[in-house]
């Protein structure tokens, strides 16, 4: 099955993955989100400006769950997901086996009334044919044309050229799948959210994962708490890159990637 997934995103842009967790799994996780967002959102910048990409009248927002609570882990590294990676995402690297990383972590639920988004990819090297980025989304949510369905372009990954939305954009498909599914496209692809009709609820965990040499969203060496970075697996610290941290100096080493962990900066969220 795994190389089927393969081959859909190769010649498609994007696969679904259904029934990965359980509705119960869902909910556990949909309630966390509530709490997480609750009581961080308000401190996020431009939390209050409309139009901003924190604006709490369009949607709800919450970023960088690995500093919010291990439990995300088990999505972040779990097997359906590397699986497929570890194929698209070394192939064509030396040996194919250079490693890659999770560079964007955050979740997010629409609003009754969220105009959606202009299509676009999440990339900024759309002439590059190969998969540089892979986004990962896990539903936790029933998603469908009415609840701010992700809408996808097929095969325009392989155009090498961004998105022109003064054209009319033909061959969309707006993805419905069941909570627990999972949608995991190239970065490449010609993607949207959809305008948000009805009130029912639409969380989602997006996932970036990269390239070892290209650049986080945020900074985890900065804002991983030590409490936390000590908790993670050898797995987890490479998940986050914690052995892909450029030297310091020349007196550190001189090697782009390193064998060992770098270890964070004594982080503590403030606010």
């Given at each position: 099955?795994?190389?089927?997934?393969?081959?859909?995103?190769?010649?498609?842009?994007?696969?679904?993955?259904?029934?990965?967790?359980?509705?119960?799994?869902?909910?556990?996780?949909?309630?966390?989100?509530?709490?997480?967002?609750?009581k961080?959102?308000?401190?996020?910048?431009?939390?209050?400006?409309?139009?901003?990409?924190?604006?709490?009248?369009?949607?709800?927002?919450?970023?960088?769950?690995?500093?919010?609570?291990?439990?995300?882990?088990?999505?972040?590294e779990?097997?359906?997901?590397?699986?497929?990676?570890?194929?698209?995402?070394?192939?064509?690297?030396y040996?194919?086996?250079?490693?890659?990383?999770l560079?964007n972590?955050?979740?997010?639920?629409?609003?009754?009334?969220?105009?959606?988004?202009?299509?676009?990819?999440?990339?900024?090297l759309?002439?590059?044919?190969?998969?540089?980025?892979?986004?990962?989304?896990?539903?936790?949510?029933?998603?469908?044309?009415?609840?701010?369905?992700?809408?996808?372009?097929?095969?325009?990954h392989?155009?090498?050229?961004?998105?022109?939305?003064?054209?009319?954009?033909?061959?969309?498909?707006?993805?419905?799948?069941?909570?627990?599914?999972?949608?995991?496209?190239?970065?490449?692809?010609w993607?949207?959210?959809s305008?948000?009709?009805?009130?029912?609820?639409?969380?989602?965990?997006?996932l970036?994962?990269?390239?070892?040499f290209?650049?986080?969203?945020?900074?985890?060496?900065?804002?991983t708490?030590?409490n936390f970075y000590?908790?993670?697996?050898?797995?987890?610290?490479?998940?986050?890159?914690?052995?892909?941290?450029?030297?310091?100096?020349?007196?550190?080493r001189?090697t782009?990637?390193?064998?060992?962990?770098?270890?964070p900066?004594?982080?503590?969220?403030?606010?």
């Amino acid at each position: 099955m795994v190389q089927n997934y393969v081959n859909q995103i190769t010649k498609d842009g994007y696969a679904i993955i259904p029934n990965v967790i359980s509705d119960r799994e869902c909910e556990k996780y949909k309630k966390l989100l509530e709490i997480i967002y609750d009581k961080y959102s308000d401190k996020h910048v431009n939390s209050k400006e409309a139009g901003s990409l924190a604006d709490k009248s369009l949607e709800k927002v919450v970023y960088n769950l690995h500093n919010k609570n291990l439990g995300w882990f088990k999505l972040f590294e779990h097997k359906s997901v590397l699986k497929v990676l570890d194929i698209i995402l070394k192939k064509g690297s030396y040996k194919n086996n250079e490693p890659y990383y999770l560079n964007n972590i955050s979740a997010r639920c629409p609003l009754q009334g969220n105009q959606g988004q202009q299509i676009h990819l999440d990339s900024n090297l759309p002439g590059v044919n190969y998969n540089i980025i892979t986004n990962v989304i896990w539903y936790f949510d029933d998603v469908n044309k009415e609840n701010g369905a992700t809408i996808v372009v097929p095969r325009s990954h392989k155009l090498l050229r961004y998105a022109d939305n003064t054209k009319k954009i033909k061959n969309k498909i707006y993805i419905k799948a069941k909570k627990g599914s999972i949608l995991i496209f190239n970065a490449n692809l010609w993607h949207a959210g959809s305008p948000k009709i009805s009130k029912n609820s639409r969380w989602a965990l997006v996932l970036g994962y990269a390239r070892w040499f290209i650049k986080p969203s945020f900074d985890y060496m900065k804002n991983t708490p030590r409490n936390f970075y000590n908790k993670l697996t050898k797995k987890q610290k490479s998940i986050l890159g914690f052995d892909l941290i450029p030297p310091k100096d020349e007196f550190t080493r001189t090697t782009r990637r390193s064998s060992y962990f770098e270890i964070p900066e004594n982080y503590k969220i403030d606010v």
